[in-house]
């Protein structure tokens, strides 16, 4: 324990010696042994707490996923990847199709699909792969079409990734004042409308298919918010709270996944942090993951019982980060950050 002070206060001046009387109070009250066995108690428990978060973060990215408990049907089990063209869709298709599944394409552009399904046939010859054309930033109802196919599907529809989303209109960073208000109808059809939709109209499907699960891609400008993307980033935000609310009503009509995942509709989201894509060419450098690891690892989280994960361990470590910084200064990197990427886009238009 530490030693006890002793000091005369009243060997100096009146001020002095107030501060100095003062303060030996407190410290000699700090240095009594309760306190100090206090301090230790608290000390160590703290310390246990920290180890044992990080021991959860890291095991949330190595724990064995729960995907193949979905591919159960005896006539095939099929999932349904929308925006399945480019980018994380494809690597999604990739990595379903290799984990057994059959796959339904969607996406908006008839010969690339074409031309996709013919080469994945050839990759995964034993897979069933089919595709459907509907253009998500309608509102004409596009995902009447969705709905028509999978009921056509030879076999039973058990895995829906809600991935389509973007910004289907250019310029992709504009001010929010100078946004035309179809372009913002567009965005928040493909982002938020078009997959409620789907889900809504697809949701007996898979609770008749039960065990099924339900994957909505998020963003991380969902949860921190971006200029000259605001419309895109609050739609983001919207499937945050789509998926905590669905995975919520899941368990209140009885649906939640039992422990050993062969009955229920799971219901999970990603944060996904930036990925590299045909869509998005801005690097930052170590946070930065491709298309194939962040598909491979928001599969890799089915199973883990939170409604919310992140794909990838460097994009965890990204928002640890970030929500340790004063959000003054936060706002004022990302400011800084997009202000830089919109200065190139205007230059190259």
Known sequence: MPPKLNIDATAHSPTIGLILH???????????????????????LLIGY?????????????RPSKIQGYCHSETGSWALVTGASDGIGRAFVDELLDRGF?????????????????????????RNIHFVVADASRSDHPETAVIEKVQQLPGKLTVLVNNVGGIPTTPTLLELRKTEAAAIDAQINV?????????????????????????????????IGAPFIATYVATKA???????????????????????????????????GNTRSAGNKAEMPFFTISAAECAKGCLAKVGSGKALELP??????????????????????LASEMKKRKMEQDKEQ
């Open 22 to 44: 003062y303060g030996q109070i407190l410290y000699n009250a700090w240095a009594g042994d309760a306190v100090q066995l206090s301090a230790s108690v608290v000390g160590t």
């Open 50 to 62: 920290v180890v044992a978060q990080l021991g959860l973060s890291v095991w949330s990215f190595i």
């Open 102 to 126: 059959n796959v339904l394409l969607h996406g908006r552009n008839p010969e690339k699909l074409e031309r996709i399904q013919k080469e994945l046939a050839q990759k995964y010859p034993r």
């Open 191 to 223: 982002n938020a409308r078009f997959p409620t939709q789907l889900i809504a109209a697809l949701l007996p499907t898979l609770r008749q298919n039960q065990p099924s699960l339900i994957l909505n891609c998020g963003s991380g400008g969902g949860i």
């Open 238 to 272: 919207y499937i945050h709270t789509l998926t905590l609310a669905l995975k919520a009503e899941m368990a209140a009509e009885g649906y939640a996944p039992d422990k050993k995942y062969i009955s229920g509709v799971e219901v999970q989201g990603f944060i996904i």
């Open 312 to 333: 990838h361990w460097r994009q965890a470590l990204q928002m640890g980060i970030a929500s340790l910084v004063p959000e003054k200064y936060m706002r004022g990197f």
